[in-house]
């Protein structure tokens, strides 16, 4: 019997390429587990009430009292921030290229090309442009700079997810609101964000989950400081930095510190993508 | 003014590129490019800039990470879109995507507390080589479990625009299921896969802080995948503090990030070459 026809051969062929998928798919979920076990596991030990509401005293990277409320305070200002100057960029931006812009306009595939570029840009290459920036203005590391580097890396994100939204708007929905007589800018605003606010509420969510646990950026930019946040212009403890420079020093104390931060930033990190996840599942219900 | 906004949004990438090539003009005044990227002295506080030791690093890790990543990943999304049933599927995709934001920092970390001692103590004494742990292979595996979610989300959709007409024309005939897989749906579904795996390797590319947290930082071109490397993204972050001290250093080092700026747009525009037409336009939703 010709080989190649054996019903035999052939099964034990996809046999064998069946269990080197699973055991591929067993593989990286396995992997990943891992992480998010190593992390509770490690971390949970050591984190306690006073690690989260305390700034690091005197002699607190040599295992003396002190929390990471500095760094907390500094991600969530930071992020916050700049995901809000990214919404008054990234909103109107996607606004314009799905309401004002023709279908197949140029302007709107030329845009979301460089938006997709821009996604794949390295954080650190906005680390060193928000540097770059920053020495034109005058600035030194600080909330502000650091604002302005997470600022950028986030904003092709909420762009490119925001427009996958906002273009799955109804033609018709539109169609009805310019038949009333309302103007481009009102539908955009009223008609197409509404109807859009929960795509644009995942949308910002995982930009800000994006943002937050970016360390790469924020290492020129924004510093590092033992002291609570207060000014703009001062530099601001993050708590990627501070899950880095607490895990690379010697003293087991810290490091069990920084088991712990990179236990409090994963649970932020995974709250907000959950939370986005149940948003978008929740609201298409109702939408339109 | 909304136009304006757009237009002006559309050229970050153009600013980028041009305020990174502004300030390496100083340092490409000076040395020729091949002096640059093909000299391995790097000596900053003697003015010599030869970055071919960080590029041969960089290239290093990306690689291994590539090569141990995609075929995994083509074969977990083949399995996962083609084989898995529904409910398996509906589990271990959110759950895959959702892993996929845990910040790099904790990846490094990560490396550190499990795959340095797993290079050191196990897998570099199986092959009867000596590392200290932080090296190229532990680098190449970190990455490769950062980039796994991304390649399997893009595979995933690209395997599902592939017309089921097709699939079960060729099972109509007689073919296994593992035979349509590898002679219909790969066929159709190859060029996406493609995309996926260099957007990947681009990521790979460009990660900064949990590959310098196990490649061990040693600006040498690695002989074996057990010796330490030291990555361009690497050589970046680690010198902020002294960079403005040293004549030219600025210079240099913003010039690494061009040059990484440069690569990772080429792979980009690659890919996305590679997938216009085809139906799916998010490349990532973590």
Sequence with gaps: ?????????????????????????????????????????????????????????????????????????????????????????????????????????????????????????????????????????????????????????????????????????????????????????????????????????????????????????????????????????????????????????????????????????TLIILVISVAARLLTRKFTKHVV | MMRGLAVASTLIVVLIALALFMRSKPILALKPLTTLLFSTAWHPSRGEFGFLAFIAGTLWVTLVASFIAIPVCILASIYLSEYADKRLREWIGPFIDILAGIPSVVYGMWGVLVIVPLVKNIIAPLFGGYSAGYSVLAGGLVLAVMISPVIIHISVEVLRTVPSDLKQASLALGATKWETIKFVVMKRAMPGMIAASVLGLSRAFGETIAVMMVVGNVARIPRTVFDPAYPLPALIANNYGEMLSIPLYDSGLLFAALLLLLVVIYFNVVSKMILSGSKWSLYYNG
């Design chain 1, 1 to 265: 019997m010709d080989k190649k026809n054996n019903i035999h051969v052939r099964r034990l062929e996809e046999n064998i390429f069946k269990s080197l998928m699973v055991f591929s798919t067993g593989a990286i979920v396995l992997a990943l587990a891992l992480i998010l076990w190593t992390v509770i596991r490690k971390g949970l030990p050591h984190l306690s009430l006073g690690m989260l509401t305390q700034a690091p005293k005197s002699g607190y990277y040599l295992g003396k009292d002190g929390g990471i409320l500095n760094a907390i305070l500094g991600s969530l200002y930071l992020t916050g921030g700049a995901a809000l100057l990214a919404i008054l960029v990234s909103l109107p931006v996607v606004l314009y290229l799905n309401v004002y812009l023709k279908k197949g306009s140029p302007l709107a595939y030329i845009a979301r090309f460089s938006f997709d570029i821009l996604w794949g840009i390295p954080s650190i290459v906005y680390g060193a442009f928000g540097f770059t920036i920053m020495l034109l203005f005058g600035v030194k590391s600080s909330l502000l700079g650091g604002m302005i580097a997470v600022t950028f890396l986030i904003f092709p994100i909420m762009s490119r997810s925001m427009d996958e939204v906002v273009r799955m708007v109804p033609g018709e929905l539109m169609d009805a609101s310019y038949a009333l007589g309302a103007t481009k800018l009102e539908t955009a605003f009223k008609v197409v964000v509404r109807q859009a606010l929960p795509g644009i509420s995942t949308a910002v969510l995982i930009s800000f989950g994006r943002g937050i646990g970016d360390a790469a950026s924020l290492i020129f930019t924004a510093g590092f400081t033992d002291s609570l946040p207060t000014s703009l212009l001062a530099p601001a403890a993050t708590l990627p930095l501070a899950i880095f420079f607490q895990f690379g020093t010697p003293m087991p104390e810290v490091q069990g510190r920084a088991y712990a931060s990179a236990l409090t930033l």
